[in-house]
């Protein structure tokens, strides 16, 4: 089974700093997708950005950037120029590719603060 | 932008009710999902239905638990006999093409 794992529990970053979230997973599998997921305190689920593991190329939206290392089995987050309303629960997920509409696995989450 | 919508956004029931949670999935989805999120603690993944059969569900989803889809927009889950542990949020997720699961914005439910 796979598993997602977030070692940060909290993290805090200035207004206009850039922070980076950790996220490591575990699978036996080649292919597969990643996902980070905001979650701000209304509790809905928002799409950050998601990442494919055939592609070498970091996936990219606007100031969220990606770091994909497949090797190491890292997917860490990188959130530029940091803004009060990012201010959020972020989890990390797994999804195999192998099974069409195979469920998400997530991570523990990490509670960002942007401090002013 | 289509999105997954979920009613009732609040659910307050007494142990051993019967509850049952509504979603209307993004119209050309195929998968659909249920998830839960106990407060302060990771989601988790309860069951996904496709063709109008589960195709998959978790050691969670008891026969407490069932799915539907009654008709050709919603999709529900029931809690036969809920009990205190039942409380958390539950989200409905749906998935097209792209293979990126979109969540509704949940449903608080309270047994007391």
């Known amino acids: 089974a796979q598993t997602v794992t977030q070692s940060q529990p909290e993290m805090s970053v200035q207004e206009a700093e850039t922070v980076t979230l950790s996220c490591t997973y575990d699978t036996s599998e080649s292919d597969y997708y990643l996902f980070w997921y905001k979650q701000p305190p209304s509790r809905q689920m928002i799409l950050v950005i998601r990442?494919?593991?055939?592609?070498?190329q970091n996936a990219t939206e606007n100031r969220f950037s990606v770091n994909f290392q497949k090797a190491a089995k890292s997917f860490s987050l990188k959130i530029s120029d940091s803004q009060l309303g990012d201010a959020a629960m972020y989890f990390c997920?797994?999804?195999?590719?192998?099974?069409?509409?195979?469920?998400?696995?997530f991570g523990e989450g990490t509670q960002l603060t942007v401090n002013p | 932008e289509p999105e997954v919508t979920q009613t009732p956004s609040h659910q307050v029931t007494q142990m051993g009710q019967e509850v049952i949670l509504r979603c209307v999935p993004i119209?050309?989805?195929?998968?659909f999902y249920w998830y839960r999120q106990i407060l302060g603690q990771k989601v988790e993944f309860l069951v996904s239905f496709y063709n109008n059969e589960i195709s998959e569900k978790s050691e969670i989803f008891d026969d407490q638990f069932s799915v539907e889809r009654p008709d050709g927009s919603n999709f529900t889950l029931k809690i036969r006999s809920t009990k205190l542990e039942d409380s958390a949020m539950y989200f409905c997720a749906s998935i097209g093409t792209q293979e990126t699961q979109y969540f509704g914005p949940g449903t608080r439910l309270l047994v007391l």
């Open positions: 119209s050309n989805h195929l998968y």
């Open positions: 990442q494919e593991a055939y592609k070498q």
């Open positions: 997920a797994y999804r195999s590719a192998y099974t069409s509409g195979s469920r998400l696995t």
